[in-house]
């Protein structure tokens, strides 16, 4: 019975021994990946049919099968967890896990991002999105304007110009008056040095206010035309590259430090400026293709010659020093921050 009882505690010490050795084999893998499945959920305000959630889905799919199914996410579009104005706040707060939508919806919170809203700051959605990104790489003060969050990728849309109705604009004469639906505080202010009346709304009630006569036109890119169905009510489009639309993508900074260190890394690695500058191309390319959609359907465009550019620059440039003296009084860098947003620009 002695010898017995020696023998399976040899055997036991033995299991015990080899237990101990493998676990400290596996370390590593153990250190870098908890085996837990994250399932969150990612808010946005695009509806099912637009193409960023189609960026969404992909950038799901590969999250997933780049953490070996322990990041799961599932999109809800179309404004169904938070409303337009309400995702930076449902992210930060924890409502949502990921969130996406436009910086100016929410103004004076983002006041270092708005540089990319101010006038003539890209030329495609491509130049705006890396630029911003850089810019937010760049400088440190950006990083208060994220609180509570993860920034994943910052991005603009292709630029932005004047869509009407009833009335096709040439010149200032002609816009005066008008009421126009703006994206951001930025651009309200130069419409209203233009001469017209600036109405604050999201994307999602653009059509039916264009439609009902609430307004006589809208700023939007023309990505806008295309998936958002807009080339059905308007009749004018005035061409002048006047700025671009600012949106983030975000991801709660709790539920990404819940990650083990290396879904973080997945996260990190498949998106970044690699996604800006993707984000941005597609912008550029809904927008190349909605020109040619809204020709088709008989939408008379005008662009505006230099010479007409410059008159109505004498009324939108103003904008950008009182945007560099508001931001400077906050305590924040905003004249080194457009000096080098303009650098970027290569303008």
Not at 151 to 166: R, S
Not at 290 to 313: D, F, M, N, P, T
Request: net charge negative.
């Amino acid at each position: 019975m002695k010898s017995t009882f020696h023998k399976n505690y040899f055997i036991i010490l033995l299991v015990g021994i080899a237990m101990i050795l493998l676990s400290a084999c596996g370390g590593d893998d153990s250190a870098n990946t908890d085996g837990e499945v994250h399932e969150l959920d990612f808010s946005h305000f695009f509806p099912p049919t637009h193409f960023m959630e189609e960026e969404i889905q992909a950038f799901a799919s590969d999250l997933e099968e780049e953490t070996s199914g322990r990041v799961k996410i599932t999109s809800y579009p179309g404004a169904a967890l938070a409303a337009p104005d309400e995702q930076f706040d449902a992210a930060a707060t924890g409502s949502v896990d990921f969130a996406l939508s436009v910086h100016g919806y929410t103004p004076g919170e983002f006041p270092l991002t708005s540089v990319m809203e101010l006038p003539f700051m890209a030329d495609t959605a491509v130049n705006g999105s890396t630029n911003l990104w850089k810019l937010f790489q760049e400088f440190d003060e950006f990083n208060d304007e994220y609180a509570g969050t993860v920034p994943l990728w910052l991005y603009t849309t292709d630029p932005g110009q004047l869509f009407t109705v009833d009335k096709q604009v040439k010149s200032i004469e002609d816009l005066k008056g008008m009421k126009i639906r703006s994206p951001s505080p930025e651009t309200s202010e130069w419409l209203e040095a233009l001469g017209a009346t600036a109405v604050s709304m999201p994307m999602n009630e653009n059509f039916e206010a264009l439609e009902r006569g609430v307004v006589d036109g809208t700023i939007a890119p023309w990505e806008a035309v295309k998936t958002w169905g807009l080339d059905e009510v308007i009749n004018y489009a005035t061409v002048g590259n006047f700025y671009s639309t600012t949106m983030f993508v975000v991801m709660n900074e709790d539920v990404f430090n819940d990650l083990s260190e290396a879904d973080q890394a997945a996260v990190q690695e498949l998106t970044g400026e690699k996604m800006a500058s993707q984000t941005g191309e597609v912008f550029d390319q809904f927008g190349s293709d909605a020109v040619e959609q809204a020709r088709e359907k008989g939408v008379e465009i005008y662009e505006l010659s230099e010479r007409e550019l410059a008159e109505w620059s004498e009324y939108i440039n103003p904008t950008i020093e009182n945007w560099i003296q508001s931001v400077n009084e906050r305590g924040l860098p905003g004249q080194e921050v457009y000096d080098r947003a303009v650098e970027l620009s290569g303008k």
